[in-house]
């Protein structure tokens, strides 16, 4: 029951959030959260929302263009397929601006992405980084990114 109770609260934060934080309608947060697997693009969608690079009308597609453009990671060779941990970790790095490591400052690479966000906290030491990952393990990491970077923007 008390797993019930949890991802009750869980959908309930991420509703929430879909209106408040990433600016998009509850049906693509909703739709988000029942996704087993999510795709470049549906992170990019996420990611050019909350950059205010684009409005939430536009689609997965033309984010993923524009965050391509803004060079903030490149164009991946397969935008449908399913995102792993250790890339979607990468994505999260260079959209929100997270430092990393020594290893992840000189290679930029999934790898290291993926461990600095598990020594952060942000993904489970027992995650396997080539796992696909589900939507609402997405927006569960994409929602403590904006924390991060939240309380950077505070500091400054």
């Known amino acids: 029951i008390i797993s019930?109770?949890?991802?009750?609260?869980?959908?309930?934060?991420?509703?929430?959030?879909?209106?408040?934080?990433?600016?998009?309608?509850?049906?693509?947060?909703?739709?988000m959260i029942e996704?087993?697997?999510?795709t470049y693009e549906d992170v990019a969608y996420f990611c050019a929302i909350n950059l205010g690079l684009a409005d939430e009308e536009i689609s997965s597609e033309d984010a993923l263009v524009i965050l391509s453009d803004a060079k903030i990671f490149s164009m991946p060779k397969n935008p449908k397929a399913n995102i792993t941990y250790d890339a979607l970790a990468n994505?999260?790095?260079?959209?929100?601006?997270?430092?990393?490591?020594?290893?992840?400052?000189?290679?930029?690479?999934?790898?290291?992405?993926?461990?600095?966000?598990?020594?952060?906290?942000?993904?489970?030491?027992?995650?396997?980084p080539k796992k696909k990952v589900s939507g609402i393990e997405v927006l569960n990491?994409?929602?403590r990114c904006?924390?991060?970077?939240e309380v950077?923007?505070?500091a400054i």
Do not use: P
Not at 35 to 38: F, I, L, T
């Open 4 to 31: 019930m109770i949890k991802k009750i609260f869980v959908v309930s934060i991420f509703l929430i959030l879909g209106c408040l934080c990433f600016g998009q309608s509850a049906d693509m947060v909703s739709k």
């Open 35 to 38: 996704s087993e697997s999510v």
């Open 91 to 128: 994505i999260c790095m260079r959209t929100w601006e997270i430092k990393g490591g020594l290893f992840y400052t000189i290679t930029k690479s999934d790898r290291y992405a993926f461990k600095e966000l598990q020594y952060l906290g942000f993904i489970s030491s027992s995650e396997n």
């Open 141 to 143: 990491l994409i929602t």
């Open 146 to 149: 904006m924390e991060i970077n």
């Open 152 to 154: 950077k923007d505070d």
